[in-house]
Structure formats: C-alpha cells, structure tokens
C-alpha cells in the first residue's frame, strides 16, 4: 500500500477517536448527571428492596421455554448459514456476483435487529415461540455464515485440489475436501451464537415472544423491581453457564487442550452418542416450546399480505431529517461506547492474558471478571441506568460501554497471548521493566489486531445501541419500535435501510483500514 492509504487510514482512526471523545464529553460531562443518578439509585435500591422470583415451577417452564427458543433458532440458522456461507467464499463461490449476493445477505442478516424480526413474525403467527425461534433463525445467519466464510476460505487447499485433479464434482471438493477441516471452527461460531442469541433473548420479551424476557418486560411494566431484577439474576446466571461451557466446547473443538488426551476421548466416543444427544436436544427443545405445528402451516397464508405492507419505505408523519438525526444520535452512542470499553479492556485485558499478567492469580481474576462482564445482558443493564440516568442517550453509552468491556477485553487478552514473543524477549533482554516491554513491545505487536477487534466491536454497537433506544436509550430504536408496534411498516424498511447501509459502511471501512495496516 502507498504512503497516501496508510495516512488515510491514519486520519480515518482519529477521526473515529475524536467523534468518539466528543461524544463521550457530549453524553457524560455534565457533573449533574452523577449527582442526581446516585440519588436515583439510592431510591431505585430502596423501592428494589430483595429479590423475588417467580413460582418455582413457573419459573423452571420459562427458563425451558427460553432455552428452548435459542436452540431452535440457533440450529435453524446454523442449517441456513452453510449455503450462504458457500456462496460468500471466494473459493466455493462460482462467480463474483454470487460471492457479492452472499455476503450482501449476510449483512443484510446481521443489520436487521432480530427484535423487529420477532414483531413481524409476530403478527403472522401470534405470540409464543415461533416469532422468536425464527427471529433468532434469520438474524443468526450473518454472524455464523460470515465467519465460517472466513474459516472456508482460510482452509488448506490441498484436499480440495487432489480431489479436483481426481475428477470430482464441486460438491464433492465442498462435503470431502473443505467441510471436514472448518466443520469444527462451524460448531464453535454456532454455540458462540446460542451464547449471545440466550443474551438476546430478553429483548425478544419487547416483542411478545414467551419465556424469561417477557416475564421480565411485564415486571418492570408495572415497576415490580424486586421481581424484574430477580428475573435479571436468573438471565445472569444462564447467561454464565452458557458461556462457559460454549467457551470449554469451543476450545476443544478448535483444538486448544491437551491434544493426546483430546485425541484418546475422540477415538473412544461413539459418533452415535452425539448425534443422539443432538437429537435428544432438538425434540425436548421442539417440546418445551409447545409449538402448535398445524397454527404454523395455516399461518403462512398471512405471510404475503404482511411482506407487501413493508414497501414502499416512508417517513411517515416525520420528516427525513427527523430520522437522520436518530440515526446519527445511534452512532455517537455506539461510537462513545466503544471509547468508554476500549480504555476499560485494555487494562483489563493486559491483566487476563498470560504473557503480561504478573502471576497466575491476576490473570485467573482477570479472566473471571471478563466472563462475568460479557454475560450481563446490555439490555438488563440499560434498563437499570434508565432508571438511574434517565432515558436517553447516557445511559446507553453507560450499558454498552461497560458490556464491551467483556468482548473486546477477551479479543485483546487473546491477541496478547498469541502475539508472538520475540520483541518481547529482546526488549526485556535490555533490562527493561515490565511496564517498558508492555508499551514498547506488548502493545505495538497486537496493534493491527486491536484496530480489527475496535471496527468489530464498533459493528457489534451500533446494532445494539439501536435495540436500546427500544428501551429507552435514545437514537433510531425509538422510531423503529414505535413504528413497528403501530404496524407502520414503511416506516420500518426505511430504518433498516438506514441501518443496514451504516454497518455496510463500517464494515467496508473496517476491511480497507485491516487492508492498509496489514
């Protein structure tokens, strides 16, 4: 790349970084903000008192009902994921148009909240699980079939190639010569997913999809605190769980235990066992959902009526500039909030990764807070800020500023410790401290990766930043629930536009700063 891209790029970055100071002054400078929240919390914790919790066995069919939810949906868009990612590759894809309509869907996929997806299937199907499930199907679709376009296109090529000069088909090079190298890297993007799509999942509530998050809406509906936040608990709770044991499942899959022993369980475990235990899964998650099959086959006749409704987009009774105010108040949210969790992360990132950490006990602490950080909800944790702050956009920037902390400190601590140890041991050979071979050293080695880790996290934001205005956090998701609660569906294509064509940009921004930096 010439001197001219690198200092595009260069000013590219310090824009982001000031728009993202300024932002940050704009939202959270006034002193009175703090002031009168820590008197609204204090009130708020009053009125809170203890926790309560719904009825033991009320409570056991809803925690079924809302894992059951993002097992369907997570499973209907792994399945969906394997054709587009397929036409995504540039080296499965027979032509650039193709690989071109791939990746639009699967941007398309990523940019449509799965929130408003849940709204319109609910007025096709009614309220229960199947809104949710197929919310989370086609929501889901753009994360899994992006990354495992990614580990497609960064397999060997050498089965693929024998199996060619062999004579085979297409096919056959896809099912025998790339699906058994990412088909591990596949599982683990797909219980990642079920991750956040169960974070997810309390949103789906807004919608009048059944299970925790609806439980949890109308609590905080009639301001029964104590009932919400124990609800809350009960999300945090699932939300660990599943992280970690996704987190375990993901690093034996992708190979990253102890290899001989990994080996000895695999030799010793009947492929049939999983498969059954796969099946068993999926036909207690069909039964916990209590989805009325033939409701589902009568249902599509409305699909139609409901499609035209969305076209043409409108602005309705509100002017264009109205929504491009929103939507630029949506950005600076998610612009704010990457600063506020990128200086968090940084710290506590350095600290979980085992090549700075300065003993077993900070990185292990570290690393915990991390895993606590990245299951709290953003959603759960907005509404309290609401509550503390007020709506607006404060208390956006707050939630997902602390929330990005989880992410984006996991991606830093990890780039830290594959980062390789060279410069580190030369600097340290010096006499250097440890603070010298982390600035002079640690941070330049794993620079590139964190500008690549910020556009994902800044991606991952304005997404969310947008389902938080549904709550009250200020920007576009105002307009896109009001809209979409009043059936104005022109309203609602003329949104997602908006926000698809953001997280175009950004996207396409992120690929050619990666580009120029590499």
Known sequence: MSGLDTKAAALVLAALLLLGVWGTWYFLADPALFRDGLANLQRFLIRVGS???????????????????????TLLAALLSVPVAWASAAVTAPNGWIRSAGRFLGVLSRAVPDVVLAMVFATIFALGAIPGILAFGLHSIGMISRLFADAIEQSEAGPRLAIRAAGGTKWQEFTSGILPQVFPSWVATVLHRADINLRGSIIMGYAGVAGLGLEMRNAFAIMDYSLGLGIAVVMLVLCVGMEVVSSTARHRLLGLGNARRRSARRANRPPYLMAASVTALIAASIWVCQIGWSDLAISWEYLEKTARSFWPPSTGSYGMSRFLGAMGVTVSVAISAVLVSLVG????????????????????????LLIVIR??????????????????????????G???????????????????????????????????????????????????????????????????GVVGGGGIGY????????????????????????????????????KVLR
């Open 345 to 368: 992360s940084l710290l506590l990132g350095s600290f979980a990764a085992r090549n700075v950490a300065p003993n077993r006990g900070v990185r292990s602490i570290s690393r915990l």
């Open 402 to 468: 602390v929330c990005g902390v989880g992410l984006l400190g996991k991606l830093i601590a990890d780039s830290i410790e594959e980062n390789p140890p060279g410069p580190e041991i030369a600097v340290s050979a010096t006499g250097a401290t440890r603070l010298q071979r982390y600035t002079a050293a640690t941070l330049p080695g794993v620079r590139r990766a964190i500008i690549g880790h910020v556009f994902y996290l800044l991606d991952t934001n304005i997404r969310a930043a947008t389902i938080l």
């Open 479 to 514: 307009y896109l629930l009001t809209a979409s609660q009043g059936s104005r569906y022109g309203q609602v294509t003329l949104i997602v536009a908006m926000i698809v064509a953001v997280v175009m940009v950004v996207e396409a921004l992120a690929m050619w700063v990666r």
């Open 51 to 73: 926790l309560s919790f719904p009825p033991l066995g009320k409570l056991i069919a809803l925690t079924g009902m809302t894992l059951g939810i993002v097992v369907l949906g």
């Open 375 to 400: 299951a709290i909800p953003e959603l759960v944790l907005a509404i309290v800020l609401i509550v503390v702050f007020g709506l607006g956009a404060p208390a956006g920037v707050l939630a997902l």
